[in-house]
Every structure is written in structure tokens, then in C-alpha cells.
């Protein structure tokens, strides 16, 4: 891959020559907690807050999905828009943990509506 | 018929919002409880010094394309060869962790405790609500399902005509059980997770066996293709100085 690059002298292909994975374990696993944390945060707020605003059906799911991306987009701006100095990929802070919050979601999503609305 | 089911403000002040709450809490001082009883254990010093042996190697493994060829041989023939290496195991030595584990008394014991901190503290919250709140239409979720949910959500009411969407308190109880799960790991920390995770592996796997991640780590040290990145990194340093000097 970097064969033909050998003669370079500008640095404009050094992110090619150099594909070695270099990052540390813990550093990489306590970034995804982070990532693992703001989803559940979120999505539990996100859960109040579709509730209590009532909306119901598709709409409530919508709610959610448009909060993950909202989470993804926070965590995003949070790392600079540098994510390779955090994470190894864009799907990795765009999808982990994902549906991972949905069951906390539907739980407070529910809570919230049944107190607000359905009483 | 079912869409104008009424229910009364009563049922949400006495049985929605104190079943919550005291989930909430029985998932907190669960957690303490479990804490306190945990036995601080003298962990046994060989299983100790093969998972920081394990570490190393792991630790070479990652680390293999950094340091020159020769160095890379060596060290890995320290870890793998066949007559003293370290993460080598002989045949018939390995010891068997299963009867290990039996011939341990307190290791059963603390499994033991783990697991009644998990079931008493749910069975009594099952009885508890069975007894109470039996029959109620607690809730109701906000997005419709289809029939094949009412026995899930609807048990404890016995009624075919009532919509799929209202929740019996009985179900209502299994929701917040599984749901609430997300609130603990942020309230409680992520130790509670772990400890859940442990938890499974111990009853189903009965632990790890040292010696098979032993053999697992030499067989992926034996197979690294090493190929040393500092030339490589020469380069790069001349082409950021480049850029500098520019």
C-alpha cells in the first residue's frame, strides 16, 4: 500500500505510511464508557421529556432516535471533531450502544406519559 | 371501547409512582448490601502471577512492531518456547480449575451470597407486588402492539377485550426490572454493571481456566507477523521537520 510512496519527501501520505494502530487499550475503553454513559443519560432524559410532552406511536421513537443523533453530534463537537485522537472509527461513535438506551427510554418515555397525561 | 378506559388519579398517586420509587431503591440498597458482603479474598498468588504473565505478553503482542526484529525474537521465545517458556503449559499438568473451585470453600460461599442478594431482594419485591397491587391497569404505554404482547403486558388481568397497551402492575414491575437497568449504571456507577456481568459468568462458565488463556495468548504471540515500524517513523519524523522548516 505504501510502496509506490517510498520516494516521497512531502508529508502530504504520511498518514498512509503509517498504519499502525497506536493507541492504548484503557484510554480507548474509558471513551466508550463515556460514549456508553451519555447515551443512557440521554435517552432517559429524552424518555421524560417525550413523555411529558405526549407523544405517542412512531413519534416517541422518532423522539429517540433524533436524541442519539443529537448525543452523537454533542460528543462529536465534545472531542473537537478530531474523533481519530478518540476513537478508532466514525461508526464507533456514531452507532455503539445505539439501541442500548431504548429499553430505559421506553421505561421513562411510559412513566412520564402515563403521570402526565394518561390519569 | 377500550380507548376511553378511565383510570383513577388513586391508582397513579398509590401504585404507579410508589412501585417505581421503590425499585429504584431496592436496586440501591441491593447494591450496597451485596457490597458489604462481599469477602475481601487473598487472591491465590499463582493464578496472580499467570494473569500478569498473560498481561505481558498481551503487552508485547501490541506493542511487537516498535521494537527491532532480533529484540522481538527473543522475547518472544522467552514467552513461547517449548522447554521453559513462560506461557508454555505441559500436557498433563494442568490443573483442573473446576475441582480447584469445589475444593474451595469460600469461593462457593461468596457465589453463593452473590447470588441470594440477587433473588431474595426480587422475589420479596414479586411478592410484595402480587400481594398489593394484583389486578390493577397501572399504565398504559404510548405506542400501540399487536395481541402477541398482551400475556407480557398484561399479566395478572384476565380480560381479552382490554387494548394490548395498558399495562397490569404485575407487568409493570417485570418493565422497571429489566428498564431500569440504564438508571443504576449511572446512579450507582458502572461497578454495578460489572458486578451483573460477573455475576452471569459465574453461574453459567464457572469461571475462566488460567491455563487455556495461556495456551491462547502463546498461540497468538506465535502467529504475530512482525514488522518494525521505526524506519517507517524516520520518515514521518523527516517529513514534520520538512514542514516545519518550510
Redesign the interface.
Do not use: R
Given at each position: 500500500m505504501?510502496g509506490h510512496d517510498?520516494s516521497?519527501?512531502?508529508?502530504r501520505k504520511?498518514s498512509e505510511?503509517?498504519d499502525?494502530p497506536i493507541f492504548s487499550?484503557e484510554n480507548m475503553q474509558s471513551n466508550m464508557?463515556v460514549i456508553?454513559?451519555s447515551r443512557?443519560?440521554m435517552?432517559?432524559i429524552g424518555g421524560v421529556i417525550a413523555?411529558i410532552l405526549?407523544?405517542?406511536?412512531?413519534t416517541?421513537?422518532v423522539i429517540y432516535f433524533l436524541v442519539m443523533a443529537i448525543t452523537s453530534i454533542g460528543l462529536i463537537a465534545k472531542t473537537g471533531f478530531s474523533i481519530h485522537s478518540y476513537f478508532i472509527g466514525w461508526s464507533q461513535i456514531i452507532l455503539d450502544g445505539f439501541l442500548?438506551?431504548l429499553?430505559?427510554f421506553?421505561?421513562?418515555?411510559?412513566?412520564a406519559?402515563?403521570?402526565v397525561h394518561?390519569? | 371501547m377500550a380507548e376511553d378506559l378511565v383510570l383513577d388519579t388513586a391508582i397513579r398517586d398509590w401504585v404507579l409512582i410508589p412501585l417505581s420509587v421503590v425499585m429504584v431503591l431496592i436496586g440501591v440498597l441491593r447494591y450496597f448490601v451485596s457490597k458489604l458482603m462481599r469477602s475481601a479474598q487473598i487472591p491465590d498468588a499463582k493464578l496472580v502471577k499467570e494473569g500478569q504473565v498473560i498481561v505481558r505478553a498481551r503487552n508485547l503482542r501490541a506493542a511487537a512492531n516498535f521494537i527491532p526484529p532480533k529484540s522481538f525474537r527473543a522475547r518472544r521465545l522467552y514467552y513461547s518456547n517449548e522447554e521453559n517458556g513462560l506461557l508454555y503449559v505441559p500436557k498433563g499438568q494442568a490443573p483442573n480449575a473446576q475441582a480447584q473451585m469445589f475444593s474451595d470453600p469460600n469461593m462457593a460461599m461468596d457465589m453463593m451470597k452473590k447470588n441470594l442478594s440477587m433473588i431474595i431482594p426480587q422475589t420479596l419485591t414479586f411478592a410484595w407486588v402480587n400481594f398489593f397491587f394484583s389486578g390493577f391497569v397501572a399504565a398504559k404505554i404510548p405506542f400501540p402492539l399487536t395481541q402477541r404482547f398482551r400475556a407480557m403486558l398484561q399479566n395478572g388481568i384476565d380480560l381479552s377485550t382490554v387494548d394490548v397497551s395498558y399495562v397490569s402492575s404485575r407487568s409493570w414491575y417485570f418493565l422497571n426490572l429489566f428498564g431500569l437497568r440504564g438508571l443504576f449504571s449511572i446512579i450507582l456507577g458502572e461497578e454495578n454493571a460489572t458486578d451483573d456481568t460477573q455475576r452471569m459468568m459465574q453461574m453459567t462458565g464457572f469461571g475462566f481456566d488460567p491455563t487455556k488463556s495461556l495456551g491462547a495468548e502463546k498461540d497468538g504471540l506465535d502467529i504475530v507477523q512482525h514488522d518494525w515500524t521505526m524506519p517507517k517513523f524516520e520518515r514521518r519524523a523527516e517529513a514534520v521537520l520538512r514542514k516545519l522548516v518550510r
Open positions: 505504501a517510498e516521497e519527501t512531502s508529508g504520511e505510511e503509517i499502525v487499550a464508557k456508553y454513559y443512557t443519560f435517552s432517559i413523555g405526549g407523544f405517542t406511536g412512531l416517541g421513537f442500548g438506551g429499553m430505559s421506553v421505561l421513562f418515555w411510559t412513566f406519559y402515563d403521570i394518561i390519569f | -
